[in-house]
């Protein structure tokens, strides 16, 4: 089935906290849930939107291209659904009984969480990002460890 | 925890408390608020708290500093829900007008709550009786909280002893229970070794006499004995060693291959939990890699800490006795070393780390691609898959260069600071021998530092000092092995510690004759989607059941859940009216016959394969087996018959083959419930067939679960259950789903018009 990429500006407003509706061209489409199809590589290209039944309706190749409006309300409903909390610093690690608990400060505040495993909840990448997972299953980012404070940068050489 | 009567999740300030209960004091009088749910976000996604109060007719949400930020009366409720975001959840509701209200919001830290509160309005809503509603959030509660204060594990139930927790000591404490058995042999070796290093400190005393007493007095005769002590010692010191290396390399061995057994025996008990989220390479490195490190480690820390230790307080006191002017001087470079160790310790420790996980990446890489061989030939990706290969052992090498910047250039600074204090020995003590000669040549009893000094003696003494030095160097670099054993004790312990699978029922086999019941059963593999939502069902003893539903459903879970893969649900599943985390596990899946889509053959002849289960089945039962699952005759054609060796996932056999030798592994077992996932999934319809036969064979007076896309398989049901998005949509026999119409009769439409349209193609191709 061929994939309807919206290509034009679109109208779109928010139908709740978390969906939107399109009009587009032909396309008419209520309480539609926008998800990024690269969360964590891509986040601001291809964006599905996908009806009540989980069916794709379209998808936007770049947000870029839509008006600025339109794409504040998207970005402010993809913000509201999507909450990988950027961690700034690195306060504390304190490790015991095998579990490493995690006191970091972020853009959203300070958070206290716990790792089950250095070894797979915690994922670096050659760029200097890395992505952590918590007990809970939350997810976390580091954009750039090596731009981290000496201190955040001793604390993560324990655990990177 | 309660507060006064209350049940909540975490502590609440006292302020906080009252203006809660003042708030629903003055929106809902006298109602008794029955939990408090405190979050970890707020509304607009911060970290902070805000509180969910519920009574038993009306909720309300109130934010970090107490004030009200939304109110709910549940007898309004047209239905109230978990929604499940990234990273983030809400509890929202709608009224029978259409308000939806965001009641409060939080990560999945909260979530096992944020769906009892769902639930609970919900129920009350619908005019469920509020005991039972009551007795559920209490239940939810509980489960809540019922995790190890210590390190936060879920605990087996509450007040259970946490599995993370137990015994928990230092690292090295831990990992010398394997060096225990072995403590016999090693204090053999260590008597060995001491007794190694006291023949080499004669040497020197020795030297000191041939220079000073038998050269200066040509005496021949003492010459003849020093040789003939020298000789002895070297004779005594190498048998001791040949023995000693022996016995000690045995030791290792054991050492490993206990340590090595205990990790795959573990490693056998995890949960799949474990799996799901570590790589299989990386569990093998540290079965392979890492115990051998561990080993090497341990048998240093046994033997050679403690003859070096030996060794030099020996040195320094022969060193001391000797001359203790020199044997200070000797001891200068000492603090460097010991600083530069400290440092070296804490800056190599980090890369350690950093280049296990590229080792392990590598290995991941490995054990994905090698087994994949078909697949890569098949898209001839040879090449990328080469150049990705080079990749990843690329990344191992800039971080084994890194590590190997420090790890090179420690013991060669070690080595410079010991040839310091060589270089002082010299200068110090040769001036020293100089001017106690000509002091004595003039006959002044002005000597240099006070005393004289002799060829003989400084010649001893930078042989001892020699000597000294090594222990010190063994110390200093020392730190480096201990560092990279500790990363690897770890990752060791990582697996010895993972919790293993709860077997809470270990003892306790009951009868089973195969009534399976679903209470209320939810599951979610990793919080951020329910897999299953209040599956509810129940199967009577001899039902065939087909479990269909679109992929993504559940199917495949609810068989996980009832195999006891996962045992982390909420609700509960019993058999014969036992709950099953109750029954022994290993006893209640030897009760389970599981035939998957992909049926997993083992390094070794049809013959073995076949008793997997069942070792000790005699030849007769592994025919019969063979023969009801339509087996029999393909394996006697074989050109090894039962003797053939089947490679790597039964390569060897055909798919369909394979499958049915898996159909005998299972009926060989003798299984009172029977399940099948897909079985017949992969195969051409004649093998289907074929397969089919052999499952009707097996299935004749056992419960038995099918999973099936192909509904045709399911003609012998009794009874199909449709899934769709975790949840149960239809439940019956055939003939009453096909009557009312639904998923399954739609289902049957499509599959009724693709079959004819397949065998209308076939015909036609057959025609021309």
Known sequence: MARNYITGDIVNRRADMARVDLDCGDLHEKD????????????????????????????????????????????DVMKEYYLIPKILEVLEIDERFGMNKWTVRTERGVQSFQIRSRHSDIKPFADGRVLIRDSNDNRYEIEDWRTHSKASKKWLNTQI | MRKQGILINREIEDGIFEKI????????????????????????????TEYFAATDAHALTVNGEGDLIEKVTFADLERSEVRRMYGNARLRCETRDGTRLELLRF????????????????????????????????????????????????????????????????????????VKPEIKNLIVCLVLSLIATGLSMIRPSLTATLVDKVIPHNDTHLLGIVVLLLFGAYILQAIVGIIRSYRLRCSAVNIVTNLRNHVYEKAQHLSMRFYDKTSTGSVINRISGDSTTIEQFMVRLSQEVVVQFFTMVGIVVIMFAMNWKLALITLVPIPF??????????????????????????????????????????????????????????????????????????????SFFVNCGHLLIWSIGGAWVIFSQQAAASGNATTFFGGNVTVGTLVAFISYATMFYNPVNFFATFNDSYQNA??????????????????????????????????????????????????????????????????????????????????????????????IRGIDLSYYRSQIGYVQQESVMFRDTVFHNLAFGKPDATVEEVFRAAEIANAHEFIARLPDGYDTMLG????????????????????????????????????DSETESQIQSAIEQLIAGRTTLMIAHRLSTLRKANKIIVLDKGKILEMGTPEELLAAKGKYYKLIQIQTMAEKAESESKEERFSE
């Not at chain 2, 809902?28 to 509304?43: A, C």
Request: glycine share 8%; with cysteine; aromatic share 8%.
């Open chain 1, 32 to 75: 539609l849930s926008p998800r990024r199809l690269f969360p964590i590589t891509d986040p601001d290209h291809y964006i599905s939107f996908l009806n009540a039944d989980g069916h794709e309706v379209a998808v936007i190749a770049d947000i870029h291209v839509l008006s600025r409006q339109s794409r504040a309300v998207l970005e």
């Open chain 2, 337 to 414: 070393v010991v600083v530069g160790s400290r440092i070296f310790g804490k800056k190599i420790l980090p890369y350690y780390r950093k280049v296990w996980r590229k080792w392990a990446s590598v290995t991941s890489y490995l054990t994905d691609t090698i087994p994949a061989i078909r697949v890569t030939k098949a898209f001839s990706t040879e090449n990328r898959t080469g150049s990705g290969f080079a990749d990843t052992t690329g990344a191992w090498a800039k971080v084994e260069y890194k590590s190997a910047r420090i790890s090179t250039a420690f013991p060669n600074i070690v």
């Open chain 2, 21 to 48: 209960l003042q708030t629903k004091t003055d929106l809902f009088g006298e109602e008794q608020i029955v939990f408090i749910i405190v979050s970890d976000l707020t509304h607009d996604a911060a970290y902070g």
């Open chain 2, 648 to 683: 790597e996932r039964g390569i060897g056999v055909s798919g369909g083959e394979r499958q049915r030798l898996s159909i005998a592994r299972t009926v060989l077992m003798e299984p009172r419930i029977l399940v099948f996932d897909e079985a017949t999934a992969s195969v």
């Open chain 2, 107 to 178: 990560t999945y830290a909260v979530a096992a709550l944020g769906d009892m509160a769902a639930t609970y309005m919900k129920s009350i809503a619908e005019g469920e009786t509020t005991a039972h509603a009551i007795d559920a959030a209490d239940a939810a509660f509980e489960k809540a909280i019922s995790v190890c204060p210590r390190c936060g594990r879920k605990l087996l139930h509450p007040g259970a002893e946490c599995i993370g927790c137990q015994s928990k000591g230092k690292i090295a404490g831990k990992l010398l229970i394997y």
């Open chain 2, 486 to 579: 500790l990363s690897s004790a770890e990752r060791v312990l990582d697996i010895l510690d993972a919790d293993e699978e709860p077997d809470a029922g270990r003892g306790n086999c009951p009868e089973m004759v195969g009534k399976i019941e679903f209470r209320d059963v939810s599951f979610s593999f990793d919080r951020t989607k329910m897999t299953l939502s209040h599956v509810n069902c129940t199967i009577e003893p001899g039902d065939i059941v087909g479990i269909v539903g679109t992929t993504g459903a559940g199917k495949s879970t609810l068989v996980n859940l009832l195999m006891r893969f996962y045992d982390e649900y909420e609700g509960e599943i019993l058999v014969d009216g036992n709950n």
